[in-house]
T-cell receptor
C-alpha cells in the first residue's frame, strides 16, 4: 500500500532559525496536504498542493510539491515560539473520499 | 470552515467496560468519516472508514469486533471500544472531508485503568 515517509522525526531549533521537514511517497500522489498539530490539540489543515512543481507561501511558510509528485517539503523561515508543534504531511493517490495517508510527522521544538 | 465536534474529550474507564465516542459534523453532511488512533509523539493511524448507512471499512490489523463503528446518520458517527483494556489507552480522533482537506474533531483521550 501507499507509504508516506517524513523526516526528520524531531527538530530542535533556536528561535529565529529556519526549519524544514520533508515528505516522500512510495507512489505518485494526486495531491499532498500539510497539517499542524499543536501539543494537546488536533491536526489543523494548512495547505494543499496539487500541481507538479507547485510552490505556495503562507507568510513565513513555504510549501513545495516535487516535479514527480512524490515528494514535498515545508520550510519555515525565522521560526517563532508559536510555530511549536508537529507538522504532518498527508498524501492521497486517488481522488475521492479515501482516507489520507499521513507521514509520521516532524516535531518542531523551539528554544527561546 | 467545516466543524467536526467530538465527544467526550477525555474519558477514564475501568478495564472490561465499553466506551462510546461520538463524532458529529455540525455544519455539513458527511457520508464518510474517518477514525484515527494516535499514540504519544506518533503519527495518525487510520483505523477505519465509517460509511453512512453501511458497514465500516476497517484497516488491516484493526479488530472490528473490538472497535465498533456506527454511522447511522449523515451527521453522526460513533466509535465504541468494547471490553477496553489498558493497551487500548490512546488518543482517538475522527475526521471528515467535506472538501479536499480533512477537518478533525478535537480528539478523545481514553485511559483504561
Amino acid at each position: 500500500g501507499q507509504q508516506v515517509m517524513q523526516i526528520p522525526q524531531y527538530q530542535h531549533v533556536q528561535e529565529g532559525e529556519d526549519f524544514t521537514t520533508y515528505c516522500n511517497s512510495s507512489t505518485t500522489l494526486s495531491n499532498i496536504q500539510w497539517y499542524k498539530q499543536r501539543p494537546g490539540g488536533h491536526p489543523v489543515f494548512l495547505i494543499q498542493l496539487v500541481k507538479s512543481g507547485e510552490v505556495k507561501k503562507q507568510k513565513r511558510l513555504t510549501f513545495q510539491f516535487g516535479e514527480a509528485k512524490k515528494n514535498s517539503s515545508l520550510h519555515i523561515t525565522a521560526t517563532q515560539t508559536t510555530d511549536v508543534g508537529t507538522y504532518f504531511c498527508a498524501g492521497e493517490s486517488g481522488g475521492g473520499a479515501d482516507g489520507l495517508t499521513f507521514g509520521k510527522g516532524t516535531h518542531l521544538i523551539i528554544q527561546p | 470552515g467545516a466543524v467536526v465536534s467530538q465527544h467526550p474529550s477525555w474519558v477514564i474507564c475501568k478495564s472490561g467496560t465499553s466506551v462510546k465516542i461520538e463524532c458529529r459534523s455540525l455544519d455539513f453532511q458527511a457520508t464518510t468519516m474517518f477514525w484515527y488512533r494516535q499514540f504519544p509523539k506518533q503519527s495518525l493511524m487510520l483505523m477505519a472508514t465509517s460509511n453512512e448507512g453501511s458497514k465500516a471499512t476497517y484497516e488491516q490489523g484493526v479488530e472490528k469486533d473490538k472497535f465498533l463503528i456506527n454511522h447511522a446518520s449523515l451527521t453522526l458517527s460513533t466509535l465504541t471500544v468494547t471490553s477496553a483494556h489498558p493497551e487500548d489507552s490512546s488518543f482517538y480522533i475522527c475526521s471528515a472531508r467535506p472538501r479536499p482537506e480533512a477537518f478533525f474533531g478535537q480528539g478523545t483521550r481514553l485511559t483504561v485503568v
